[in-house]
């Protein structure tokens, strides 16, 4: 028997007067038989990818990493682990503000980069929010995962799943009063590049976290505890 699913909405829908079907951008089998259904996997598999599809709000990177996700978890989780495998990440030192660390973006020249990080064990996810030049609003968030390996691809290690959203921020600097002086470039600049530089650095992270733990070496270094 199958379950009540999009009755609500079905009964909202006819509550309104709007004619009863299938809601718009909604494909299920019930309304569009396998026939129907397979022209448009087909073009969503196509081989070649508009810029702005590839590059638009989101930006997705994932690896596997032979190293057990609470190691690598552990590791992630302290803010300092980006001084590691960031590209340009430089110089964490803790400010007044518990938990908040300020380093420099060599990308962005003299540029002061802001961080907090917020982790939850149980789920092992580590959002880095961060910001250029203040502290006050942490508008880039840095969104990842560890997931045990051994439930998604039956064997040990980590999967690393990370993601960047689009900000609006990204497209203009909201706090120019506190940018350095001449500063050529604002980090939106780079938002085609987050893809390839983001890929580049979990190969980073990979890089080291196996060397590490294939070593017998502790994932998270004893000058971060």
């Known amino acids: 028997m199958s379950l009540p699913a999009l009755e609500d909405i079905a ?59 609470d190691e690598l978890y552990e590791y992630l989780a302290d803010t300092r682990s980006l001084e590691e495998w960031t590209y340009s990440l430089r110089g964490f030192t803790p400010t007044e503000d518990d938990g908040l ?62 993601t960047n959203c689009h900000h609006p921020f990204y497209d203009h600097n909201p706090y120019p009063e506190v940018a350095p002086p001449e500063r050529p470039v604002w980090v939106g600049d780079f938002w085609d590049m987050f893809g390839a530089g983001h890929r580049l650095e979990l190969l980073n992270l990979k890089a080291i976290a196996e060397y590490r733990h294939r070593n017998g070496l502790p994932v998270k270094p004893d000058w971060m505890r």
């Not at 809601?23 to 259904?37: H, L």
């Not at 995962?145 to 064997?155: M, N, P, T, W």
Request: with cysteine.
């Open 11 to 69: 009964a909202h829908r006819l509550d309104r007067d709007d004619t009863p079907g299938p809601i718009e951008g909604v494909i299920r089998i019930e309304t569009s038989p396998r026939e129907q259904a397979t022209p448009i996997i087909m073009e969503m598999m196509r081989s070649v990818y508009p810029h702005d599809e590839v590059f638009g709000p989101y930006c997705t990177v994932n690896e596997y990493v032979d190293c057990p996700p």
């Open 101 to 162: 660390w300020v380093a420099h973006d060599r990308l962005g020249s003299e540029t002061e980069i802001y961080t907090r990080t917020v982790a939850q064990p149980e789920a092992r996810t580590v959002d880095y929010h961060c910001a250029w030049d203040q502290g006050r609003h942490l508008w880039m968030i840095y969104l990842m995962r560890v997931v045990d390996a051994q439930v998604v691809l039956d064997k040990p290690g980590s999967v690393v799943l990370w």
